[in-house]
């Protein structure tokens, strides 16, 4: 069996007025919560008031009722308009909301005029409007509303720039906290000391061990404090000394000067070496004198032995 308010809506669409409204009624009581009960009673009663009142009712129950909504604007522009009073309905503007609207309403403003009664095919008009759903918008990533994303190449150098910061911070905590930094990706094949000398001075190191190299002036006419290295690539260690590295020389016992590279030693040392190995001999550092003479500079001397002599 339809319900009351189905039973309201068949009668209005057939003319019954009366029996429409008798329906609307127990469809009041049935179903008080539903928007679209009110708003067929508003639409055909003709009392301005009680039609506020009923629309108010269904916005209450349902805010976005679209013929609700439409009513209510027309009774307020009614309200403000006195003019538009005469001659003008509700139903002339509120479709679909009433099945009353009259489209050959006389244009002229001071006539009046009683509603129309509807026709058949103005009730057909009038169809319950389905409620919209909102839309519900995707929400979004917060991460991604706050904050821009970075290009590769801003990454890349965002990357590079934490990098430095990160190493200059880690030579710093090395100077400080005196420990050393595994950097041999860095200084490839440089020699290392496992320890600093015990003291100041000139040294032959080999084997973890410090051999004392004595300074002479002048090309050196005896083996005094000149030692003997077993490796072909000899490491001279000066510590506490910081002699001028433009004024040193590498001199073979031929006179011929070779090149040799110098590094930053553990602790407050200096490290040389020969790029490439040495052959046996006799091999000295000379520092250059202010005079440039042979006499006037220094030498440090040691040997290279002969693999393959016999002890």
Same mark, same amino acid.
């Given at each position: !069996?339809?319900?009351?308010?189905?039973?309201?809506?068949?009668?209005?669409?057939?003319?019954? !007025?009366?029996?429409?409204?008798?329906?609307?009624?127990?469809?009041?009581?049935?179903?008080?919560?539903?928007?679209?009960?009110?708003?067929?009673?508003?639409?055909?009663?003709?009392?301005?008031?009680?039609?506020?009142?009923?629309?108010?009712?269904?916005?209450?129950?349902? +805010?976005?009722?679209?013929?609700?909504?439409?009513? !209510?604007?027309?009774?307020?522009?009614? &309200?403000? $308009?006195?003019?538009?009073?005469?001659?003008?309905?509700?139903?002339?503007?509120?479709? +679909?909301?009433?099945?009353?609207?009259?489209?050959?309403?006389?244009?002229?403003?001071?006539?009046?005029?009683?509603?129309?009664?509807?026709?058949?095919?103005?009730?057909?008009?009038?169809?319950?409007?389905? &409620?919209?759903?909102?839309?519900?918008? +995707?929400?979004?990533?917060?991460? %991604?509303?706050?904050?821009?994303?970075?290009?590769?190449?801003?990454?890349?150098?965002?990357?590079?720039?934490?990098?430095?910061?990160?190493?200059?911070?880690?030579?710093?905590?090395?100077?400080?906290?005196?420990?050393?930094?595994?950097?041999?990706?860095?200084?490839?094949?440089?020699?290392?000391?496992?320890?600093?000398?015990?003291?100041?001075?000139?040294?032959?190191?080999?084997?973890?061990?410090?051999?004392?190299?004595?300074?002479?002036?002048?090309? +050196?006419?005896?083996?005094?404090?000149?030692?003997?290295?077993?490796?072909?690539?000899?490491?001279?260690?000066?510590?506490?000394?910081?002699?001028?590295? #433009?004024? !040193?020389?590498?001199?073979?016992?031929?006179?011929?000067?070779?090149?040799?590279?110098?590094?930053?030693? &553990?602790?407050? %040392?200096?490290?040389?070496?020969?790029?490439?190995?040495?052959?046996?001999?006799?091999?000295?550092?000379?520092?250059?004198?202010?005079?440039?003479?042979?006499? $006037?500079?220094?030498?440090?001397?040691?040997?290279?032995?002969?693999?393959?002599? #016999?002890?």
């Amino acid at each position: !069996m339809p319900s009351s308010l189905q039973q309201g809506i068949n009668a209005a669409k057939a003319g019954k !007025m009366q029996d429409a409204l008798a329906h609307l009624k127990d469809a009041i009581i049935e179903e008080p919560q539903n928007a679209d009960v009110w708003v067929w009673i508003a639409a055909i009663i003709e009392d301005a008031a009680k039609q506020e009142i009923f629309l108010k009712k269904a916005l209450e129950i349902d +805010p976005d009722n679209i013929p609700a909504q439409r009513g !209510m604007a027309y009774l307020d522009k009614r &309200k403000r $308009d006195e003019a538009s009073v005469k001659g003008d309905h509700l139903s002339d503007h509120t479709s +679909p909301i009433t099945p009353f609207p009259n489209k050959n309403r006389p244009e002229e403003q001071g006539k009046k005029t009683s509603w129309a009664k509807p026709e058949k095919r103005d009730l057909e008009k009038l169809a319950v409007q389905p &409620k919209k759903e909102p839309v519900k918008q +995707p929400k979004q990533d917060q991460t %991604s509303q706050e904050y821009p994303k970075l290009s590769p190449l801003e990454l890349g150098l965002l990357g590079v720039i934490v990098i430095v910061f990160t190493f200059i911070g880690l030579l710093i905590a090395s100077a400080v906290f005196d420990f050393s930094l595994p950097l041999d990706f860095l200084t490839g094949n440089q020699p290392k000391l496992s320890t600093e000398p015990p003291y100041p001075g000139v040294f032959l190191y080999e084997n973890d061990a410090f051999i004392d190299i004595q300074a002479h002036t002048g090309p +050196p006419t005896v083996d005094i404090g000149i030692p003997t290295s077993t490796v072909q690539e000899p490491l001279i260690v000066f510590f506490g000394i910081e002699p001028e590295l #433009e004024k !040193m020389r590498f001199i073979y016992q031929t006179g011929d000067y070779l090149a040799f590279n110098e590094y930053q030693g &553990k602790g407050n %040392s200096r490290l040389y070496q020969a790029e490439l190995s040495l052959e046996p001999g006799l091999y000295c550092l000379q520092e250059t004198a202010e005079s440039s003479s042979l006499e $006037d500079s220094r030498f440090w001397c040691f040997k290279v032995a002969n693999p393959t002599a #016999e002890e």
